[in-house]
């Protein structure tokens, strides 16, 4: 038997390789081993998601599992055939839902028969997507290939003690279609969630007063709408910033998380530099939507978008989509922009 062996050290070097080699081994049926995971990190190897990850994917495929351990920077995954089904996983505090469904949701979106997923955990977690970017724009775009994919933030829940809950059903896909998404757009109306849980409301009106000012920044200023959510069924204190654009059917979404240690102004300049860059280029898909993209394309008809930049995530996933189906993901520039060409994997 073939094993394939993956650097966990290439490129970036972070999670994203292991979710997509997660997926595509459990797709494809090839075993893998990978070293050096998440090299390089303050908290190197395997953490809880990541360890999540490969718990659900080992489970849905009965994979043979060597190093699923908390830390370890080795893992031997031998998958064997998917099955369909209801599952249930807990990432546990600490822990990100989307990052988890990253790995285990197109494996059982692949299949002909339904399937249906929980994953208990945060749907706000720093430096990972939240559950509306997951819910409202990922799944939707994986529709339009051709998926059948429901999804529902049952719970909210931030990173720490976690309390979120996504739910997922996966139909028997419809006909696939290859997706072009290359047609440049312009400024579009934005709308902002500031969705807090027990947090001062003092720090929250700084918040507010730091977007309007960020917003009023931006050249040819962006009309937006802006409300303040409490959701006090939210066990730990926290604040998250949502913002919404594009069109009701197909929104982007970006987003920031009050972190400990991170300031109101940190949090609102990196919202603001994602927004302005994204808004500049006018194109289709935004830059954390971009990585999100390659392997739903792959095992659909395949497809082209246009985005900002080359980002180290889509860099990773490319390199892993590579790897896995000996097929090469085109990229080219187009003017400043990224033309991203994701070839069809079977068939």
Sequence with gaps: MKILKIDGSMGHGGGQILRSSLALSCILGIPFEMTDIRKGRPQPGLRKQHLCGVKA????????????????????????????????????????????????????????????VIVDGGTYCPQAPTGEFFAESLVPRMNRMGYSIEANIEKFGFYKAGGGQISVACNSPKQFRPVDLVRREKLRNCTVQLITSHFPEKTTLKIRKLITKE??????????????????????????????????????????????????????????????????????????????LILPLGFAEGGKFLTSHLTEHLESCCQTFELFTEKEVGLAKDGKELLVEVPKVQG
Excluded: W
């Excluded at 807990?90 to 002909?112: C, D, I, R």
């Design 215 to 292: 917003f009023e920044k931006m050249k040819c200023a962006v009309p937006y709408e802006m409300e303040i959510v409490e959701k006090s069924t939210i066990e730990e204190p926290g604040a998250a910033v949502i913002v919404r654009t594009g069109s009701a059917e197909y929104p982007l979404i970006f987003s920031d998380i009050a972190a400990y240690g991170y300031s109101s102004e940190a949090l609102v300049n990196n919202l603001g530099k994602q927004l302005r860059k994204f808004f500049a280029a006018e194109v289709p898909v935004e830059a954390h939507l971009a990585d999100q």
């Design 57 to 116: 994917c080992a489970e849905i495929c009965g994979a043979k599992v060597e190093g699923a351990e908390l830390g370890s920077e080795v893992l031997s995954f031998v998958p064997k055939k998917i099955k369909s089904g209801s599952y249930h996983f807990a990432v546990g505090s600490g822990g990100s839902t989307a990052l988890v469904l990253q790995s285990v949701l197109l494996p059982l979106a692949v299949q002909k028969l339904p399937s249906q």
